[in-house]
């Protein structure tokens, strides 16, 4: 029996902190670990950047590990440094290995041997890619792009070198592909999800969101949530877990913070980097505290539910919108395939990659689907077929925001006026082909930022975004509230200000978390809910039947609407209770 009963707590093991280690230094820094964190299995790396670790030094590790309940696996990261005979004409970022190198290939290939000597289970750090632009790799791509070459090349890689002479050392190892955080990226790489997650047994996540602002990669938080939920719906059933790191995660929250939308994914593993990072690391002593209760609060859930986001393989374009729209309070469920069974989807820049997207799109709204496309969709797609269901057309102006009307109680209007600047892409659309039912304005000028087209027996929305995404979160909170309203999921949506995340489950349960962003404070919460809903039920730790009841602030003829507070670095979890029966989710 683990420590915790919904996830295993895993903590990887570089080779670099394992290959000198005593085996009573190893059971002291095991019995911080089982205090602060409750560890229920290691990766341990028998390889990284040149170091082999001994098979006697493994043996001895695996030994107390095992000795402490811990399980072990095996875990490699594919970088070199040292130089090869021929490297003098390569240049190769973060020591990642040049695949037409004979001679990278066979230290590979004879790495790989070497550890399913030893292993029946092994993970591949996120260093599997390859950026080498040498002359070979150059003759070997020929007339393809980059892309093309790269993937195909870490499809080949995949086989030959890690498979197939794993395989033939130990039938029985089960080999794991982690894919980093950056998927935006991945096809640039070599990283193909859309056939290596049919060559491997199980695939992995990287969850790592770090410090947002002062980062290179700027990946917004709630992407530690939303890129697990499409990994696990790129393979589902056999996304591993999700893996998170302590660099640059100042404050403290915004280590935790990954942690905790790790979890709210429903992972099978919550991995932290790394064994020597993490000791007596300050970070990690309140995360066995915290993921007791998360692990609580997960029994108590259905399964995650949210607006399906179509982001197609390979597919680049407004990169994590979709996660800036998650921290200001819309539940998503990002997915490779159109998701043709839903009653809604979400499309993004990213969504015009497919090439049949416009027919895709007309056949799902003309049979009676709801789609909202956003601003950069838009101006993909006019002049590609996308004219045929709007009246809105983009000639290339933006508009300078500093006021907003908005839609009230009935057939009312109200007004947010003395706003910050927000830029926003000025679409036209012909009035009474299209509807405005949010509007951006600046002195007598005015551009819709939500939408309507009716197009068969369904709607097409669309949601014009700031350039600069992260403006999103200086939109009113009013307005802000409307487009969550718009955007709801199982008739569910917050009033709130910005930087608060819904999560919606399948048995009416959803949980709320606010980031602890600079500034934060307790912030009055408002759940709206379509129906007619009794009581809030407050989920706590340790509660397996009734918590602390909310009742409705208010309620009208078609929605229910609690109130409660929430505070920075909080997450809470709640329970519907209807009136009459619960909906069909």
């Excluded at 007004?415 to 910050?420: D, S």
Aim: contains cysteine; charged residues 20%.
């Amino acid at each position: 029996m683990g420590h915790y009963q919904n996830f295993k707590s895993v903590i990887y093991c570089i080779a670099q902190s394992m290959a000198d280690v005593t085996a009573e230094d190893l059971q002291t820094q095991i019995n911080f670990f089982q205090q602060y964190v409750g560890v229920d299995k290691v990766y341990l790396e028998p390889y990284r950047d040149d170091l082999l670790v001994s098979r006697k030094q493994l043996s001895m590790c695996k030994k107390l590990f095992a000795e402490n309940g811990i399980e072990v696996a095996a875990g490699i990261t594919t970088t070199r440094s040292n130089l090869t005979a021929d490297d003098s004409k390569r240049q190769r970022l973060f020591n990642t290995y040049c695949y037409t190198s004979p001679a990278m290939r066979q230290h590979l290939k004879d790495t790989i041997e070497y550890i399913a000597s030893q292993f029946d289970e092994l993970i591949i750090d996120d260093f599997f890619f390859t950026q080498c632009t040498c002359e070979d790799c150059q003759a070997e791509k020929g007339d393809r792009s980059w892309q093309d070459f790269r993937t195909a090349k870490m499809v080949e890689v995949s086989r030959n070198l890690v498979l197939d002479p794993a395989r033939t050392i130990n039938p029985d190892m089960k080999i794991t592909i982690k894919f980093p955080n950056w998927a935006e990226s991945y096809q640039e790489t070599g990283y193909n999800p859309e056939i290596q997650k049919d060559l491997f047994d199980m695939i992995y996540t990287g969850t790592e969101t770090r410090h947002a602002s002062y980062t290179d990669q700027h990946l917004p938080r709630y992407l530690s949530y939303s890129l697990m939920r499409y990994m696990e719906n790129t393979a589902p059933g056999r996304n591993g877990g999700g893996w998170f790191d302590p660099y640059q995660c100042y404050p403290i929250d915004c280590y935790l913070e990954q942690a905790y939308l790790t979890v709210l994914s429903q992972p099978k593993e919550v991995m932290m980097f790394c064994w020597p990072s993490l000791y007596q690391n300050k970070l990690v002593t309140p995360m066995k505290l915290q993921l007791t209760r998360l692990d609580e609060m997960m029994s108590k859930t259905g399964a995650c539910v949210g607006l399906p986001v179509y982001l197609p393989h390979h597919a680049q374009g407004e990169d994590h919108l979709e996660d800036y729209l998650g921290m200001a309070g819309i539940p998503f469920e990002p997915m490779p395939d159109f998701p043709v069974d839903q009653s809604a989807v979400f499309l993004t820049a990213a969504a015009a990659c497919d090439p049949e997207i416009i027919a895709t799109l007309r056949t799902f709204v003309n049979t009676g689907g709801k789609a909202i496309v956003t601003s950069g969709f838009v101006r993909l797609m006019l002049g590609k077929g996308l004219e045929e269901m709007t009246s809105i057309r983009y000639r290339g102006r933006f508009l300078t925001a500093d006021a907003y009307h908005y839609p009230g109680e009935g057939h009312s209007t109200r007004f947010a006026t003395a706003c910050p600047d927000v830029i926003f892409p000025l679409l036209e659309h012909r009035n009474n082909a299209t509807w405005s039912l949010l509007n951006a304005s600046h002195n007598d000028l005015s551009t819709t930022i939500f939408s309507i087209d009716t197009y068969g027996k369904g709607q097409l929305y669309c949601l014009n975004v700031p350039d600069d995404f992260s403006r999103i979160r200086d939109l009113p909170q009013p307005v802000l509230t409307a487009i969550r309203q718009f955007m709801s999921v199982n008739g569910i949506w917050l009033d709130a200000p910005a930087d608060i995340s819904l999560f919606t489950y399948r048995n009416d349960t959803v949980a709320i978390y606010s980031y602890a962003a600079s500034g934060a404070h307790p912030e009055t919460v408002r759940l709206h809910v379509r129906g007619n809903a009794e009581e809030l039920l407050a989920l706590e730790p340790e509660t397996t039947t009734r918590g602390h009841r909310l009742l409705p602030k208010w309620k009208t003829a078609e929605e229910t609407v609690f109130e409660l507070t929430n505070d920075p670095g909080s997450f809470r979890f709640f329970r519907l209770i209807w009136n009459e029966l619960p909906r069909t989710n």
